[in-house]
């Protein structure tokens, strides 16, 4: 049986663990088209240019906007954040389907531009673990803490609008969910 390409989008709070989730599924599935995002964030350590994010100045991001370049774009905890059009037409064209993780924002978005998305929410087994996580990873100060945890509140709120939930309280759990999740759309 022939997979059908889709768009798929993963999103969820800050510190859900999507990209955890997410790299054990490309590890799985290697045939999924990458795509990778532009912010105006500058880079954490480690991070690079053109491989985990496209860091754009503000200005560069804003020509971007005017020239109609993004799929979809969106200020997330006081940067912006935005998928290439072009990458996501050139993955499913070729007959790839594309696993995008983006902001809840970003996801309903693109729900608008590609109404057969499939969006999937991952979430948190609780805001404690969320809380925990987040706090583990040493990457935010107390204030930008603050600002997640209040985001994903809302967040959380936008869940039922999603195609499929899936709860990481188990890395491998939630990594078999997400493949039968994406094996089930692309065979319909």
Request: hydrophobic share 45%; net charge neutral; aromatic share 0%.
């Given at each position: 049986m022939s997979r059908t390409p889709r768009l798929f989008v993963v999103s969820g709070p800050s510190g859900a663990g999507k990209g955890t989730l997410l790299a054990g599924v490309r590890e799985q599935r290697p045939d999924l088209g990458l795509t990778v995002s532009a912010t105006t964030r500058e880079p954490r350590p480690g991070e690079r240019d053109g491989v985990d994010y496209h860091f754009l100045s503000e200005d560069e991001f804003e020509c971007r906007v005017a020239a109609g370049d993004f799929l979809e774009w969106a200020n997330v905890h006081g940067h912006r954040y935005?998928?290439?059009?072009?990458?996501?037409?050139?993955?499913?064209a070729a007959g790839r389907s594309v696993i995008l993780e983006i902001d809840v924002q970003g996801a309903l978005n693109i729900r608008k531009a590609y109404p057969a998305a499939?969006?999937?929410f991952i979430e948190p087994p609780s805001m404690e673990v969320l809380e925990r996580r987040l706090r583990g990873r040493g990457t935010e100060d107390e204030a930008n803490l603050e600002l997640r945890l209040k985001d994903a509140a809302g967040e959380m709120a936008l869940a039922p609008r999603y195609d499929e939930r899936i709860v990481n309280d188990d890395l491998q759990e939630a990594t078999a969910r997400l493949l039968a999740a994406l094996d089930s759309h692309e065979m319909n």
């Open positions: 935005g998928t290439l059009r072009s990458e996501v037409d050139k993955n499913l499939v969006l999937v």
